[in-house]
């Protein structure tokens, strides 16, 4: 029995968490590590063009990596006869643009692992197991999910703590200030040398609060407003209202990030590492020069138009 009395712990929320699972876990990396183990997956076409923390899990998990590249659609290069039944391509719907591409890829491959991680409001059940990522998205210090039409939660694992991940939230919110990236790195490297678990108590219960309908129209509308500014200058066309961040591809990508950042706009750059990898000139030059302009709840649209004016500023200079 737990001690009773004295001093409160956190308050626990009551709430729908948003997708419709039983499969939280600590971090995206873990649930695929989890499909990996439940699917008892063999091979993994992985994408040169990813973040390589994704390669990291499915070593750990003993997976033979293929990788591949991705053509000017963000679609694989890959040929579906060399996948078998013990074989499945890891699939990224890029920035959310590839939402219409997910069944039909399901189609050609079969054995596929969607990466929804820049599409967190998608609520389609695909016949394919989709990762979701909560930190992406939200002001929690971990949390990922597992949507699947067949995959059933396994309780021979523990769930996983949040006490040394909360510091860089707090930090940031009471201070306001960007310098407590470094708790934010330090916090990442938790998730790095994390056993397979699940989602903490704790963030279990703060995306049970989060008002997602809120937020959701939060974003669109701040992307609706980039958009209307900056798409005469983006070299994605036709964008469809998107929620993870606003994708502007511009050839001078890298400079006008740093020009951003001493003007206190942060922009981040996506998968440094596919710099060095063996990825193709395409991936890299997306790397460079894909500005990530930040859409989140946190802004409204004046920080829009503030973040637009800035960019109309610095591509005028650069040109």
């Known amino acids: 029995m737990k001690d009773i009395g004295c001093h409160f712990g956190f308050e626990y929320f009551e709430g729908n968490p948003y997708h419709k699972t039983n499969l939280f876990f600590s971090s995206g990396r873990n649930s695929l590590r989890y499909i990996i183990r439940e699917r008892n997956i063999k091979v993994l076409y992985l994408p040169y063009f990813l973040c390589e923390t994704v390669s990291e899990a499915a070593i750990k998990e003993n997976v033979e990596i293929i990788y591949y590249h991705i053509t000017d659609k963000f679609l694989p290069d890959v040929e579906p006869k060399r996948l078998d039944k013990n074989s499945y391509l890891y699939f990224v719907n890029y920035y959310g643009m590839l939402r219409e591409q997910i069944p039909k890829m399901i189609s050609i491959y079969k054995n596929v692992i969607v990466d929804n991680t820049h599409d967190f409001f998608n609520e389609i059940m695909y016949n394919a197991d989709s990762i979701y990522n909560y930190r992406k998205y939200f002001g929690v210090p971990d949390g990922s999910c597992i949507a699947s039409p067949s995959l059933e939660k396994n309780n021979n694992y523990e769930i996983g703590k949040s006490l040394d991940k909360i510091f860089e939230l707090v930090s940031r919110d009471e201070t306001g200030e960007f310098f407590h990236y470094s708790s934010f790195e330090e916090a990442d490297r938790y998730f790095k040398d994390e056993s397979l678990c699940y989602m903490s108590?704790?963030?279990?219960?703060?995306?049970?609060?989060?008002?997602?309908?809120?937020?959701?129209?939060?974003?669109?509308?701040?992307?609706?407003?980039?958009?209307?500014?900056?798409?005469?200058?983006?070299?994605?066309?036709?964008?469809?209202?998107?929620?993870?961040?606003?994708?502007?591809?511009?050839?001078?990508?890298?400079?006008?990030?740093?020009?951003?950042?001493?003007?206190?706009?942060?922009?981040?750059q996506l998968w440094p590492n596919v710099l060095y990898n063996q990825s193709n000139d395409y991936e890299k030059y997306l790397t460079s020069n894909v500005l990530l302009l930040p859409i989140d709840q946190r802004y409204n649209q004046e920080t829009m138009n503030y973040i637009a004016n800035n960019v109309e500023n610095i591509l005028k200079r650069v040109k």
């Not at 049970?208 to 980039?226: D, G, K, M």
């Open 201 to 268: 108590n704790f963030t279990r219960s703060c995306i049970n609060a989060i008002n997602y309908e809120r937020i959701l129209c939060q974003r669109t509308q701040n992307f609706i407003t980039l958009d209307l500014r900056l798409q005469k200058y983006n070299k994605f066309k036709n964008l469809s209202s998107l929620t993870y961040m606003y994708p502007l591809l511009v050839d001078s990508g890298n400079l006008v990030r740093n020009c951003l950042g001493e003007l206190g706009v942060y922009v981040m």
